[in-house]
């Protein structure tokens, strides 16, 4: 019964709980083991889909296999993508 309580949970939006104006102070247990739940399956999907690039992709993208697991871990916090500079080619 659990089981398919926790389930049913995780797969809701917080604003379905009307959980969406508490304050993080505020949150029980429960909450906090269902956001960092959704956030580690998203740092893990996350991780798994840049994995998947092939070095061609990460050399037009600029990234290294070792920024990984920080790009997904910042993907799956909800945090703003880096701003990199614009490469300047000589012709």
Known sequence: MLTLALASTLLRSPEDHGHGARLAAAESPL???????????????????????????LDDLNLARIDFPMLARRHARGAEPFAQPALVHAA
Do not use: F, G, M
């Not at 580690?40 to 998947?52: D, W």
């Open 31 to 57: 909450d906090k083991l269902v956001r960092w739940t959704r956030e580690q399956i998203r740092y893990r999907r996350a991780l798994h889909e840049l994995r998947r690039l092939d070095h061609a992709d």
